[in-house]
């Protein structure tokens, strides 16, 4: 089956201590995305990458930081900077670059702190 | 840049009433406008896009949206609404010039009252 898992399901974080979501697709698309969820604030776009070894930072990159050096994977780190950093964080991928390609989301990663 | 408001964060129905999320949005550009669903503690599924070759488009589940350049409108509808509608939708925008991610509202919750 084709798609995107993320993981952990939830995850902890202790103050001060950075900690990486997981974020995989074998859909083999080119782009992917990460996206934070707030209540009521809809989803907001952290980073993007739309092709291997190279991305974008989004609305809210700060206190956050990427890497993709395989075309299938695109961890996302929450580093001690991010000051609040609880909220539901949601990967995505497209096929192209056209802006009516279709993003698909994987089921979304929940962090809280401790 | 491109945004997109959505009138009203929660909506109740009742079960087999019509179901109207209003979405508006705002763009310099031609915009790709999409409606997203999500289940709690899920990721985002796609109902519909519009993409510029019909301006009524039909999605899954029963539901529907007419691209209205007059009024710079988006709005998602469904004749009857059913117990399992109940959900948070997501309208968002996305172009294809400069940064190609989406802009999404701030969703609207739907409730269907029994």
């Known amino acids: 089956d084709g798609g995107i898992t993320q993981s952990p399901k939830y995850l902890f974080r202790k103050e001060g201590q950075n900690v990486t979501l997981s974020c995989e697709q074998n859909?083999?698309?080119?782009?992917m995305y990460w996206y934070r969820q707030d209540p009521g604030q809809g989803l907001r776009l952290i980073y993007y990458s739309q092709i291997v070894n190279d991305f974008q930072k989004g609305d809210i990159a700060e206190g956050y930081s990427v890497s993709r050096e395989k075309k299938e994977s695109f961890p996302l780190t929450v580093t001690s900077a991010q000051k609040n950093p609880t909220a539901f964080y949601l990967c995505a991928s497209s096929g192209g670059l056209a802006g009516s390609e279709t993003q698909y989301f994987g089921p979304g990663t929940r962090l809280l702190v401790l | 840049a491109q945004s997109v408001t959505q009138l009203g964060s929660h909506v109740s129905v009742s079960e087999g009433a019509l179901v109207l999320l209003r979405c508006n949005y705002s763009s310099s550009v031609p915009p790709y406008l999409f409606w997203y669903v999500q289940y709690p503690n899920q990721g985002l599924q796609l109902l519909l896009k519009y993409t510029s070759a019909a301006t009524l488009v039909k999605g899954i589940n029963g539901f529907e949206a007419e691209f209205k350049k007059s009024e710079t409108s988006f709005h998602l509808t469904k004749p009857s609404a059913h117990m399992s509608d109940a959900a948070e939708y997501f309208c968002?925008?996305?172009?294809?010039?400069?940064?190609?991610?989406?802009?999404f509202g701030s969703g609207t919750r739907l409730q269907v009252q029994p």
């Open positions: 968002a925008v996305n172009v294809n010039t400069g940064r190609r991610a989406l802009t």
């Open positions: 859909l083999n698309h080119d782009a």
